[in-house]
């Protein structure tokens, strides 16, 4: 809450190219003037992982006070000032900036072309900002630019700006309403569509499995038998054809157990993870705050570890795997060491190019001690109540004491082959 001729602070945040949201650097990366010992802000884990670094402008903005025409600073263009801008403005560079959290955007120049039909490269010099307040709220924020001006090196910029206040009627709960495309979401979804297809699937799979129960229920019971001698089985065999050929090797515990085992249970708890975060964006509002999403995603996977490791332990005692302290580990460590190696990666190459993608050394230790401290151990007990709940296995086909040998593989058929196509 505010009080008139209150400090409104203008945060500057990032730049970067509109057409690689993901390519973003510091604002004063670009040589845009500014006062020396500009106050952060610090966000929490999910806006520092965001690549956010808000900077105080230091532009007097006063609450309900406006300003025909302020002077931010006096820009002397030289050689390299005029190069950076006119990439920047090659690429289509855009900027963000927040007042009281309601985020503002707009583009760093343009290119324009002359009677030559030769391109210009101009820099926008004035920023307009309209303000719109309830009481003592303020409520919306937008941002428009003038004068653009040509970049000549040796030349001289007044930087300037504008603020008008203006009183509304929205109330501060519904502030964010305006970046939310409801008649979207409103006109767009059919929900009765949605449902109607979702039950006939479901009324069209039962029906299908019910069909396939009572056409195979004899074979079932055939292969399931424990009284088999060696000659009623070559017997079998030999008048079996198709799928059927399969039917003693469907239940044979596959090579890799303990792998395939951890992949089964990172993908359940990924998918529990993803439900969850819908489920609170659709119930709370995370489009609030900054780096709010990705917050919730951290905190939630390492509070869903115990799915992944309950889901592993069960499909691995169910195998009759043996290595359980390999099982564990592995279900515990693969994906969070499969995401610190890619993470690793991108790290380095936005380090060198001096990207705020670049996640700080302290944010690493935060989220190595959330693994570390919560979500290992999680995956470890839940891997202990799944070897320990999961039942007896109960296959609906006996598995052979020697394995079916596999044909030869055509060249085109190897998964190198299927791989490239």
């Given at each position: ?89 090659e690429n289509n560079y855009w900027f963000e900036f927040f007042i009281d959290d309601l985020p503002l955007w707009g583009f760093v120049g343009e290119l324009h072309t002359d009677r030559n ?58 502030r964010f309403d305006v970046y939310l495309d409801y008649p979207f979401f409103e006109h767009q979804i059919h929900w009765f569509s949605i449902f109607n297809s979702f039950m006939m699937v ?207 593989e055509k060249w085109y058929l190897t998964p190198s082959v299927v791989s490239l196509m």
């Amino acid at each position: 809450m505010y009080q008139a001729d209150d400090l409104v602070t203008l945060w500057v945040n990032k730049v970067g190219p509109y057409n690689n949201p993901q390519e973003t650097y510091n604002y004063y990366s670009l040589p845009f003037c500014h006062a020396s010992g500009n106050t952060h802000k610090w966000g929490g884990l999910g806006e520092v992982l965001g690549g956010n670094e808000l900077i105080d402008s230091q532009i007097d903005l006063r609450f309900q006070k406006n300003v025909d025409k302020g002077s931010i600073c006096v820009l002397e263009l030289d050689e390299t000032k005029v190069k950076k801008f006119k990439d920047a403005i090659e690429n289509n560079y855009w900027f963000e900036f927040f007042i009281d959290d309601l985020p503002l955007w707009g583009f760093v120049g343009e290119l324009h072309t002359d009677r030559n039909s030769d391109n210009k490269h101009v820099l926008y010099t004035h920023k307009n900002i309209n303000i719109k307040h309830n009481k003592d709220r303020i409520i919306h924020v937008n941002l428009s630019q003038e004068s653009p001006k040509p970049l000549e090196a040796g030349r001289t910029l007044d930087m300037t700006y504008s603020v008008k206040w203006e009183p509304t009627n929205i109330s501060f709960a519904h502030r964010f309403d305006v970046y939310l495309d409801y008649p979207f979401f409103e006109h767009q979804i059919h929900w009765f569509s949605i449902f109607n297809s979702f039950m006939m699937v479901i009324f069209l799979t039962g029906l299908v499995s019910m069909i396939l129960m009572r056409t195979l229920r004899n074979d079932y019971a055939k292969y399931a038998r424990d009284d088999d001698d060696l000659e009623t089985l070559e017997r079998d065999v030999s008048e079996e054809s198709g799928w059927k050929l399969v039917h003693g090797d469907v239940f044979r515990p596959p090579h890799y157990l303990a792998l395939i085992s951890a992949l089964v249970g990172t993908g359940a708890q990924l998918a529990l993870l993803v439900l969850l975060v819908i489920l609170l964006a659709i119930v709370g509002t995370l489009y609030v705050g900054r780096g709010a999403i990705v917050t919730t995603f951290i905190v939630c996977y390492a509070l869903t570890s115990f799915i992944s490791g309950y889901v592993s332990g069960a499909m691995y005692s169910r195998n009759s795997g043996k290595s359980w302290i390999k099982s564990m580990i592995l279900t515990a460590s693969l994906f969070p060491f499969l995401c610190f190696g890619i993470g690793f990666i991108l790290n380095t190459i936005a380090i060198f190019y001096g990207s705020l993608a670049a996640i700080p050394f302290g944010t690493m230790v935060v989220v190595f001690v959330i693994w570390a401290f919560i979500s290992f151990p999680l995956a470890l007990l839940g891997t202990v109540f799944g070897r320990n709940w999961s039942g007896a296995p109960n296959n609906t086909c006996r598995v052979k004491t020697i394995p079916r040998p596999i044909p030869e593989e055509k060249w085109y058929l190897t998964p190198s082959v299927v791989s490239l196509m």
